[in-house]
C-alpha cells in the first residue's frame, strides 16, 4: 500500500468508530453527519478489505481484523499527537498547573510525602490530584486526562514510556493472635481466610484497561500451579485495608 496515496485522517475515523460502536454517535464526536461518517466507514472498508463493523442484535461490533487494528491504532495516533505536540518549557516554582497522578493507596502513603516536601520549595504553586487505578483507564492517559501512574502493571500500551521506580516483596500479614502466627505453613495457610487487593477491589473485573478482563493474581496463580486454591473472603482495592 502507497502511503501517500491514504487519507491519514481516515485512522482518527476509524479509532472513534471502534471506541462507540455506532456510526451516529461517533459522527457527533466528530462533528460531521451521519450520512458522511458511513461514507467514512465505506471507505475504512475498502481500505482495510474488511467489513470492520458488524451489524449485530446489540449493535455493531468489531470484526478480528478490527479488534486487531484497534490498539496499533491508538499507539499510531498518540505518538502523532505527541510529536506535533508544541514544546513550551516548564518552570516549576511560577507554575500553577494540576497534575493527576494515578497510583495505588501504598505507593501514595510511600512516595506522597517526599514528594509534597520536595514540591513546597521547588514549586510551591503546583496542585497533586491523585487518583485510584479503578478511576483511571490507559484510554484517558492517552487522551490527556492523568499526567502519569504509578503502579504495577503487566503490560502497557508501546506508546507509553515507563520507569522503574522500586522494587519490592510480597509478605504475610496476621494478627499476632492468630494460630498460624507461630508457626506458618501451606495448610493453615489455604485455611486461612484472607483479602485480596486488586485495581478494582473486584476478584475478576475491568482494572487500568478497560478492554481487557484481569485474571488470577500472582499469588492465586501460582498456589494453581500446584493444584491449590486459598480462601479469599474479602477484596479491597485498599493497601492499608487489611492492616486495620
Given at each position: 500500500?502507497?502511503?501517500?496515496?491514504?487519507?491519514?485522517?481516515?485512522?482518527?475515523?476509524?479509532?472513534?468508530?471502534?471506541?462507540?460502536?455506532?456510526?451516529?454517535?461517533?459522527?457527533?464526536?466528530?462533528?460531521?453527519?451521519?450520512?458522511?461518517?458511513?461514507?467514512?466507514?465505506?471507505?475504512?472498508?475498502?481500505?482495510?478489505?474488511?467489513?470492520?463493523?458488524?451489524?449485530?442484535?446489540?449493535?455493531?461490533?468489531?470484526?478480528?481484523?478490527?479488534?486487531?487494528?484497534?490498539?496499533?491504532?491508538?499507539?499510531?495516533?498518540?505518538?502523532?499527537?505527541?510529536?506535533?505536540?508544541?514544546?513550551?518549557?516548564?518552570?516549576?516554582y511560577t507554575s500553577n498547573r494540576?497534575?493527576?497522578?494515578?497510583?495505588?493507596?501504598?505507593?501514595?502513603?510511600?512516595?506522597?510525602?517526599?514528594?509534597?516536601?520536595?514540591?513546597?520549595?521547588?514549586?510551591?504553586?503546583?496542585?497533586l490530584d491523585f487518583l485510584t487505578?479503578?478511576?483511571?483507564?490507559?484510554?484517558?492517559?492517552?487522551?490527556?486526562?492523568?499526567?502519569?501512574?504509578?503502579?504495577?502493571?503487566?503490560?502497557?500500551?508501546?506508546?507509553?514510556?515507563?520507569?522503574?521506580?522500586?522494587?519490592?516483596?510480597?509478605?504475610?500479614?496476621?494478627?499476632?493472635?492468630?494460630?498460624?502466627?507461630?508457626?506458618?505453613?501451606?495448610?493453615?495457610?489455604?485455611?486461612?481466610?484472607?483479602?485480596?487487593?486488586?485495581?478494582?477491589?473486584?476478584?475478576?473485573?475491568?482494572?487500568?484497561?478497560?478492554?481487557?478482563?484481569?485474571?488470577?493474581?500472582?499469588?492465586?496463580?501460582?498456589?494453581e500451579r500446584i493444584g491449590q486454591?486459598?480462601?479469599?473472603?474479602?477484596?479491597?482495592?485498599?493497601?492499608?485495608?487489611?492492616?486495620?
Amino acid at each position: 500500500m502507497n502511503l501517500e496515496r491514504v487519507d491519514l485522517n481516515l485512522l482518527i475515523y476509524l479509532d472513534v468508530l471502534l471506541r462507540e460502536k455506532n456510526v451516529t454517535r461517533a459522527a457527533e464526536q466528530l462533528g460531521v453527519t451521519q450520512p458522511a461518517m458511513s461514507n467514512i466507514l465505506r471507505r475504512l472498508r475498502n481500505l482495510f478489505n474488511d467489513p470492520l463493523l458488524i451489524r449485530s442484535s446489540e449493535g455493531m461490533t468489531p470484526t478480528e481484523r478490527a479488534l486487531e487494528l484497534q490498539p496499533r491504532i491508538r499507539d499510531a495516533l498518540s505518538d502523532l499527537s505527541m510529536i506535533l505536540e508544541p514544546r513550551t518549557e516548564f518552570r516549576p516554582y511560577t507554575s500553577n498547573r494540576v497534575f493527576r497522578i494515578m497510583t495505588s493507596d501504598y505507593a501514595e502513603a510511600t512516595l506522597v510525602p517526599r514528594l509534597v516536601k520536595a514540591l513546597r520549595s521547588e514549586a510551591p504553586n503546583v496542585v497533586l490530584d491523585f487518583l485510584t487505578p479503578s478511576d483511571v483507564s490507559y484510554r484517558d492517559m492517552e487522551q490527556g486526562k492523568v499526567d502519569l501512574a504509578i503502579n504495577r502493571f503487566n503490560e502497557i500500551p508501546q506508546s507509553f514510556h515507563q520507569v522503574l521506580v522500586w522494587r519490592d516483596s510480597f509478605s504475610c500479614l496476621l494478627n499476632d493472635k492468630h494460630p498460624a502466627a507461630q508457626h506458618l505453613n501451606l495448610k493453615n495457610y489455604l485455611d486461612a481466610q484472607h483479602i485480596w487487593v486488586s485495581k478494582t477491589g473486584m476478584g475478576v473485573g475491568f482494572g487500568i484497561n478497560p478492554d481487557k478482563q484481569a485474571g488470577l493474581g500472582w499469588i492465586d496463580q501460582a498456589l494453581e500451579r500446584i493444584g491449590q486454591k486459598r480462601k479469599i473472603s474479602v477484596f479491597t482495592r485498599h493497601y492499608q485495608m487489611p492492616a486495620l
